[in-house]
């Protein structure tokens, strides 16, 4: 299966997300920041990443720009989750960089199918 890097500052968003995805097979990375995020995903390379975008130290936005600039990082899908469903933000989202977007509290089918999507694509 994949190596999913989960950057998410809730604990308990963190832990249900890492549950599901790891009884679905998945090997699960976590992060509790977006500094940490960047760098779990520089050293660690994971398939893909679940941003969330509003974290401390550095949010998911500006994570997402980063890592799509790195060249180490640049390639790896990111599906940014967020409880702040405003008009526009699945365009800033994108715009940032972002493969994909999902809103909170996760459906977790459907972010299954976005994953699946999105890694079928890097294969």
């Known amino acids: 299966m994949a190596r999913i890097l989960v950057v998410e500052d809730n604990d308990m968003n963190r832990d249900m997300l890492s549950r599901r995805l790891q009884r679905k097979g998945h090997e699960v990375l976590m992060a509790a920041d977006g500094m940490q995020g960047i760098l779990m995903a520089e050293s660690e390379t994971p398939d893909i990443i679940l941003l969330d975008m509003s974290l401390p130290v ?7 720009r980063r890592l799509k600039a790195s060249p180490a990082t640049r390639s790896i899908p990111i599906v940014a989750l967020t409880a702040h469903a405003m008009a ?23 972010l299954l199918t976005k994953i699946d999507a999105l890694l079928a694509r890097q294969r």
């Open 58 to 64: 550095i949010d998911g936005w500006e994570a997402a």
């Open 88 to 110: 526009g933000d699945r365009e800033k989202a994108l715009a940032a960089g972002c493969d994909d977007y999902d809103i909170k509290p996760v459906d977790f089918a459907q």
